[in-house]
């Protein structure tokens, strides 16, 4: 009943060579879908391709910069070159809180031009290039198609640090006025919201973290676990899929709990 959820669909997917891009990738090729793998990081994104292509999955590396509008175009083009279309875009890349010199998270006022315009660039204008590119696409398609972006826990509750949150919350934000701008196209724009995570660009960015640091993150979450990028990423299938087919609009938090207590 739950096996090739995507079976055949062409998948764009941003941010695949870490953290919860990766996870997907490897997931959504286990359902079926036939991927392109976009990332800027293009040693990480040759391991994640590696990683769906020697367990019988199809996937291509895309070099992107999901900060460039021209990038993200190409990803898309890139699938509609190798697969004939464009199914779902999966807009994951994003990057963490800009950290002060001791390690800490910066605090707000202390935000530079360059960090405010990174995360701006990536976290807000990428998602943006990418439903945009997408949205053309389907079109082009004669509509229908399926968005789902990365967005934070932090985008819904004052939570992980102003600037970041400020990103976050834009994005959680604009699929719901999106859905609604696409839904009588049959296009579906839906967020994954992860809250405390380790991944490569996150809170383990300079290496493994020690074991009381990550038993204080998981105390942040009432279930008492740090979410596990495959946790956000059975989500963004559960989005993907026809199993969501009527649901747009929406912010699904995988956060143990987090947003609920706050």
Same mark, same amino acid.
């Given at each position: ?60 590396? !895309? ?6 509008? #021209?990038? =993200?175009?190409? /990803?898309? &083009?890139? +699938?509609? @070159? ?79 640090? !102003? ?6 919350? #834009?994005? =959680?934000?604009? /699929?719901? &006025?999106? +859905?609604? @701008? ?81």
């Amino acid at each position: 009943m739950f096996e090739g959820l995507l079976k055949g669909r062409s998948v764009v997917i941003t941010g695949a060579g870490s953290g919860v891009g990766r996870a997907a990738s490897d997931l959504f090729a286990h359902h079926g879908a036939r991927l392109i793998c976009a990332d800027v990081q293009e040693e990480w994104l040759a391991e994640t391709v590696s990683l769906v292509t020697s367990a019988g999955g199809e996937a291509r590396a !895309v070099r992107c910069d999901v900060a460039r509008r #021209a990038d =993200v175009q190409a /990803a898309v &083009a890139a +699938a509609v @070159e190798a697969y004939g279309r464009l199914d779902v875009m999966y807009n994951n890349a994003g990057v963490a809180s800009p950290s002060s010199d001791g390690g800490r998270m910066a605090k707000f006022v202390d935000n530079t031009d360059e960090q405010m315009d990174r995360l701006i660039a990536i976290n807000m204008r990428g998602v943006m290039y990418g439903c945009q590119a997408a949205i053309a696409q389907f079109r082009a398609q004669g509509g229908g198609g399926v968005i789902v972006n990365t967005a934070s826990v932090a985008g819904m509750i004052g939570w992980g640090g !102003v600037l970041y949150s400020s990103t976050k919350g #834009a994005v =959680v934000n604009m /699929a719901r &006025a999106l +859905a609604m @701008e696409v839904a009588a196209e049959n296009i579906r724009v839906n967020n994954v919201c992860p809250g405390t995570m380790i991944t490569r660009f996150g809170a383990g960015a300079r290496g493994p973290l020690p074991d009381n640091v990550v038993e204080n993150m998981a105390k942040l979450q009432p279930l008492g676990r740090v979410v596990d990028p495959m946790d956000a990423a059975n989500a963004a299938l559960f989005l993907a899929s026809d199993m969501s087919v009527n649901i747009t609009g929406l912010n699904l938090p995988v956060d143990g709990g987090l947003s609920a207590g706050r």
